[in-house]
T-cell receptor, first 112, second 110 residues
Framework: DAEITQSPRHKITETGRQVTLACHQT?????MFWYRQDLGHGLRLIHY???????NKGEVSDGYSVSRSNTEDLPLTLESAASSQTSVYFC???????????FGSGTRLTVV | RKEVEQDPGPFNVPEGATVAFNCTYS??????FFWYRQDCRKEPKLLMS???SGNEDGRFTAQLNRASQYISLLIRDSKLSDSATYLC???????????FGKGTKLTVNP
């Protein structure tokens, strides 16, 4: 069965370190998205991609980057982790508008 | 005005009750609408799409009023398993991006 997987499920890192969160989908979806979820803010869009070599900034993109070298993967990199980036990160994919998203199970990141 | 606004809740209802959630959106160009359900510490999952004509899926009914930019979700005969946070979601006009409300927490009590 097709799926979308995130890794790691949990990570603790130190301030200033570079961290990469993985997202892999086997749906063959063109659209992929990264969100973070924090209490009081709901889900906020970090970066998104509509296809290979396409990347776009969302509403909270500062300090994050993504790359899309193939259809299946959209890794999210925190260039220099900050305590404000402690959050739960969700990756999602979709085929086209009107179909909603399928989410990965999330990565809980703690920056100490 | 926030792009998607929901009742803040929380809602605490007894089993068997009927409960309604409301949501408003600000972008009149939005074309697609959804309700998602999120259980504690889990990923959001699509509950149902929302169509202009209204749609029903078992105990759940979703309605859209484009003129008022208003979306609703009605849950009839609440079950303990309906306890979750319900997210109102709007596809941003002219894009594939989903914009999420902050969610309304529902607790169904025995």
């Amino acid at each position: 069965d097709a799926e979308i997987t995130q890794s790691p499920r949990h990570k603790i890192t130190e301030t200033g370190r570079q961290v990469t969160l993985a997202c892999h989908q086997t749906w063959n979806h063109n659209n992929m998205f990264w969100y973070r979820q924090d209490l009081g803010h709901g889900l906020r869009l970090i970066h998104y991609s509509y296809g290979v070599q396409d990347t776009n900034k969302g509403e909270v993109s500062d300090g994050y980057s993504v790359s899309r070298s193939n259809t299946e993967d959209l890794p999210l990199t925190l260039e220099s982790a900050a305590s404000s980036q402690t959050s739960v990160y969700f990756c999602a994919s979709s085929e086209q508008q009107g179909n909603g998203y399928t989410f990965g199970s999330g990565t809980r990141l703690t920056v100490v | 005005r926030k792009e998607v606004e929901q009742d803040p809740g929380p809602f605490n209802v007894p089993e068997g009750a009927t409960v309604a959630f409301n949501c408003t959106y600000s972008n009149s160009a939005s074309q697609s609408f959804f309700w998602y359900r999120q259980d504690c510490r889990k990923e959001p999952k699509l509950l149902m799409s929302v169509y202009s004509s209204g749609n029903e899926d078992g105990r759940f009914t979703a309605q859209l009023n484009r003129a008022s930019q208003y979306i609703s979700l009605l849950i009839r005969d609440s079950k303990l398993s309906d306890s979750a946070t319900y997210l109102c979601v709007v596809v941003q006009g002219g894009s594939e991006k989903l914009v999420f409300g902050k969610g309304t927490k529902l607790t169904v009590n025995p």
